[in-house]
């Protein structure tokens, strides 16, 4: 690892604005990913700006039909939400699922999100809960927000706020996880917002996608019987050592029906 | 038949003396240890599989912050400091050498796989030594590349070294080809499967680690390393290596976390730190980084088999024949020739009374890391051989696995057995550890189990493995007339203390094994003293007179004999000079309970007393014996010991996903006797897991231009606790019939046994889809494949 210069920001602003000023310098949410990928000398930033210090990026609460959640909220924190637990139950055993329990009690809601991981679990949850990211300067859909590998909207320099979960009639989570590191090598998100279904896949593409096919039918009938048979294209699905795109493409099918199974549990 | 009789230690569950220091975090590891002046050494290495090296440029290295030195292979090559050896020659066929090209710790012209050593920075500290390895400028040439062993032989193959022509280092073989061929001529039936065993990173928790230093005021060379044989290394380094001699060079191997084989060998690095401490007149110390450790620990298995077994019509086993390719990696590591012949064909005869075997085995490079002994070596390829086959047979024959097994076991009243691949086996009760594996199993509730599992939509599976394994390495005569250029005895020391304390000097090494605890047991047991009475000092060539080390199941067996001698001719001595003070013959004294007691009397010395005597001998027998009580013994054994078991398997698949959960699994073992039954349970408990995690979870996996694709846990997938189930483990028991404490070894057996009871169990469950084979690691991907396949082809 190469030295650095380490800052603590006390402001959302005050961290943009150094980010800004200097081009190599890096945020530093929950560290989980950017500090090993340093340790391995992936990444070498000139200064990491640590946000854990703002007090505004912290924090569950309910509004209206969202759930919203500061983005240094840690993943244990949401496991652990009341609040989560109340509206969208799957997405706090979605969180209670992230690594292991050191992970969940470092990394963070933004951080992940920001990251764009293929086989990070939020980005199912912010795409499949219609989740609105709130930045340090605007509102991005999650529909417009992962564009691919390590790949958002987010502009140079943007910060996320926050996220803003849409609480659906029901939803659930189901993982598959890579058997070496836990990461999932599928998963989907299926939330029911009565009469419009959505269906997010982490794990098996360049980032979280829909799957319309699936949405379409559990449109129809939210039940995992009325998505049995649906074939899911393989094309533009990730094949590594641990799956084929064809191995993911039939996962999605069968955790998108387990998924439905844990909404109706 | 057992000697050492029991005096309440021997066989009890002790509680492991060395866990308080572990547990607590004062274990002693080689990176917890520092020298004065001390400085870090980062390795410069290959990125490519199979370049030439066009130049070297240290400049910018030379000139970064708190950079000491810089030196290349050439500047090695300068100092003539020789290649690692290689401990082991073995035959070609037609009587000729093995291929055995040189293994410099740094090359000068060619790197041949990745991670292969081309320069060494030394600086002020760790971190500035490896920011500066960054900035040494190799210019590479690259050229061919082969990794996979089967494409290595093919013609055209990119060439490793040019003293292996197509890359072969030895073309192999044992056993009667003829004997075969009349076999397989009158056979009935013959199975014939193409078997491959994957290949395995050992991830000891330990990364290895070394320290080298040199006193010029007295020429003496230490060397601390993470290792499983400290005399082992003293004597390859001193003499081929460095050529300094033994006596001025100390080898420390202190608290060592987990070796299974990984740890046996002398690697580069050793050889680098010390050189280097040579010659800047410091000490010097490097560590692996767990990714360094992916790429340079010798790795393990990968073979590909063709096996095939001739029946007769009732199912009576006539003949066996394998051809087998092994990868032995870029170089020899140390005992690389031996794995895949003598410690693997060997073993082909298993339990069974099979009367005509032969092997062919061809030892391969290729342009990847070195390749030798890994927990089992050689013996868990053989044990998959055999398994696979009877179990293939028993499929194909529509017999009853645990059937077809027990009409093919070497019959218990047949032993000694010499069986048609050199071994004789002792003794053994196959019938007994399989009766008891598959009660313990409940074999026979195994079908309302698979009912069951049916209605909730999973495929249950039931899969056996009766295995053997030859431990207690080894007859030094035999193996010497196999190829190694060492012997493979033991060394002991027992020292009493004036006060009647004990301190044991033993050439096995721990790490891990609990040999703190077992050997002193052993010791506290024979002479009637308290554990707490009893040290175990290892690991140390200044301390300890010598030895051999610790890998193949081999410390209780042959270090263990070894104490025992030596503890037994303290005893004698002891007599002699209780003999003295009681005014009796040795012949009527009888030492028991700590004490040696005048036959039918109540006259006795306590062993304290004896050994006070000793020390101070005021009133001593001075005419027949020396002051002290102190005595050595080196032990050969006679004989390898045969540990065996039977291992069985249940498990579920589920087929929308090819997810393995293994639900039960149960193991027999036959380790002869048990000094300390809760260690061997631990020990049959970690080689279960590695066992497992070959079958089912590890794989090392390289691709077609060298990089190793599996240089992480992100893509190694190590067994994790919820990967295994809770084990049921039991033993049966018959004695070791040539040491005297009737012990064969316990280390390897899981790792032996288990992979393919676990391989198995899922054709078992897959066997109604019309699932034939499926490769280790049986991952969901894998399993889920073969489904598919089957499906496709019952569908066409």
Redesign the interface.
């Known amino acids: ?2 030295t650095f210069v380490y800052q603590r920001a006390t402001s959302l602003a005050d961290a943009v604005a150094v980010l800004k000023a200097k081009p190599d310098a890096r945020p530093l949410a929950g560290g989980m990913t950017l500090l090993p990928t340093m340790k ?2 992936l990444a070498a930033p000139s200064d990491l700006i640590d946000l854990s210090a703002i007090g505004d990026l912290r924090g569950i609460r309910r509004n209206g039909d969202r759930v919203v959640i500061g983005a240094m909220t840690r993943h244990a924190e949401v496991a652990a939400s009341a609040e989560v637990r109340a509206a969208i139950p799957a997405l706090a055993s979605l969180a209670d699922g992230i690594g292991d329990a050191q992970v969940r009690n470092r990394g963070t809601l933004g951080g992940s999100v920001a990251n764009s991981d293929p086989a990070a679990d939020y980005p199912a949850a912010v795409l499949g809960l219609d989740a609105n990211v709130l930045t340090d300067r605007r509102t991005i859909a999650a529909d417009q927000f992962f564009l691919g590998m390590f790949a958002t909207a987010l502009d140079a320099g943007e910060l996320i706020r926050a996220v803003e979960f849409r609480v659906p009639k029901r939803a659930g989570y189901a993982k ?1 996880p890579n ?3 836990r ?1 999932a090598m599928v998963g989907v998100l299926v939330a029911d917002y009565g009469g419009s279904v959505r269906v997010a896949v982490t794990g098996a593409g360049a980032c979280a996608f829909r799957v319309p096919t699936l949405e379409a039918a559990l449109g129809k009938q939210f039940s995992a019987a009325a998505i049995e048979g649906i074939e899911v294209s393989a094309s533009e699905l990730n094949t590594d ?4 795109a064809e ?1 993911r493409a ?2 999605v099918g ?1 955790m998108a029906r387990r998924a439905v199974a844990a909404a109706l549990g | 038949m057992v000697e050492v009789k029991s005096n309440g230690l021997i066989g009890q569950a002790v509680k492991r003396t060395e866990d308080l220091r572990f547990i607590t975090g004062r274990g002693q590891y080689t990176d917890d240890m520092s020298r004065r002046q001390m400085v870090y050494a980062a390795m410069v290495r290959s990125p490519l599989a199979h370049a030439r090296i066009r130049s070297v440029d240290t400049s910018a290295a030379r000139a970064a912050p708190g950079v000491i030195a810089v030196y290349t292979g050439a500047d090695m090559a300068a100092d003539k400091i020789g290649g690692l050896p290689c401990g082991w020659a073995v035959k070609n066929k037609d009587g000729s050498a093995q291929a055995e090209p040189a293994h410099p710790a740094m090359q000068v012209e060619r790197v041949r796989h990745v991670g292969d050593h081309v320069a060494v920075v030394i600086a002020e500290t760790q971190a500035e030594a490896r920011a500066a390895a960054e900035l040494v400028n190799v210019d590479y040439e690259e050229l061919p590349v082969v990794v996979d062993a089967r494409a290595a032989l093919a013609p055209g193959a990119p060439q490793v070294h040019a003293e292996a022509p197509n890359n072969l280092c030895f073309d192999w073989e044992l056993g009667d080809a003829s004997a075969v061929a009349a076999a397989f001529s009158k056979a009935a039936h013959i199975v014939k499967l193409d078997l491959r065993n994957n290949r395995l990173i050992p991830n000891a928790m330990e990364p290895r680690s070394c320290i080298g230093d040199f006193d010029s005021s007295t020429s003496e060379n230490t060397l601390i390393t993470a290792s499983q044989n400290p005399h082992v290394i003293r004597l390859l380094l001193a003499a081929f290596v460095f050529g300094i001699p033994e006596h001025k060079f100390r080898v420390v191997a202190p608290d060592v976390g987990g070796g299974f084989g990984s740890k046996i060998y002398p690697y580069p690095e050793d050889v680098i730190v010390l050189w280097v401490a040579r010659k800047i007149g410091r000490p010097v110390k490097w560590t692996a980084t767990r990714s360094e450790a992916f790429l340079s620990d010798a790795q393990g298995r990968d073979h590909y088999s063709h096996v095939e077994l001739a029946l007769d019509k009732d199912a009576n086993f006539l003949g066996l024949k394998v051809d087998t390719i092994a990868n032995l990696g870029g170089y020899l590591s140390t005992f690389a020739p031996a794995v895949p012949t003598y410690l693997y064909g060997t073993l082909l005869a298993g339990c069974y009374r099979t009367p005509a075997i032969y092997v062919n085995v061809k030892g391969v490079f290729t342009h990847t890391a070195p390749v030798d002994a890994y927990r089992g070596a050689g013996r868990p390829e053989a044990t998959f051989v055999v398994e696979r086959i009877v179990e293939q047979a028993a499929r194909q024959l529509k017999i009853d696995p645990a059937e077809l097994r027990r009409r093919n076991f070497i019959p218990t009243d047949g032993f000694p057995y010499q069986t048609p691949v050199a071994l004789t086996y002792d003794t053994g009760n196959y019938h007994a550890t399989l009766a008891s594996g598959l009660k313990l199993a409940d074999y026979a509730g195994f079908a309302a189990r698979k009912a069951e599992a049916a209605k909730r939509g999973k495929l249950r599976g039931i899969g056996i493995s009766t295995y053997i394994e030859a431990c207690g390495i080894a007859p030094s005569a035999v193996a010497g007339a196999l190829g190694a250029r060492a012997g493979l005895f033991e060394a002991a020391t027992i020292r009493v203390n004036p006060t009647g304390s004990v301190t044991v000097l033993t050439g096995s090494h721990s790490h891990g094994q609990g040999h703190e605890t077992t050997f002193a047991q052993v010791v506290a047991d024979m002479l009637g003293i308290p554990m707490e009475s009893v040290e175990i000092v290892h690991g140390d060539t200044g301390k300890i007179p010598f030895g051999m080390g610790t890998y193949g199941s081999r410390s209780l067996a042959v270090g263990g004999a070894a104490i025992v001698n030596a503890t037994r001719k303290v005893i004698d001595k002891g007599r002699r000079i209780a003999a003295h003070l009681l005014e009796a013959s040795a012949e009527d004294i009888e030492f028991t309970g700590g004490r040696y007691v005048v036959k039918g009397t109540d006259r006795a010395k306590a062993f304290g007393e004896v050994a006070f005597t000793a020390y101070v001998p005021h009133n001593f027998p001075h005419e027949t014996e020396e002051p002290g009580l102190e005595e050595s013994a080196f032990y050969d054994p006679k004989n390898f010991t045969y540990p065996a078991g039977c291992h069985v398997c249940e498990l579920e698949i589920d087929p929308d996903t090819g997810v393995v959960e293994i639900v039960k699994f149960s193991a027999s073992d036959d380790f002869g006797r048990i000094v300390n039954p809760m260690i061997v349970e631990g020990q049959v408990h970690g080689g279960l897991v590695q066992g497992i995690g070959q079958a089912l979870l590890e794989n090392c996996v390289y691709d077609e231009s060298g990089q190793l694709l599996t240089g992480s846990y992100l893509d190694y997938c190590m067994p994790r606790a919820d990967d295994v189930p809770s084990f049921q483990v039991m033993t049966e028991c018959t004695p070791c019939t040539h040491n005297a404490l009737g012990v064969k070894g316990c280390g390897e057996a899981g790792a032996i046994g288990s992979p393919p009871a676990v391989i198995n169990a899922i054709l078992d469950a897959l066997s109604g889809l019309g699932v034939t084979d499926v490769p280790m690691p049986a991952t969901p991907h894998v399993v889920w494949s073969a489904i598919r396949a089957a499906k496709g082809r019952q569908v066409a």
């Not at chain 1, 050592?241 to 084929?244: A, F, K, Q």
């Open positions: 690892m190469h391995l000398g598959f058997p070496a590191s990461y050592l641990h799956g084929s191995y039939h996962l069968v």
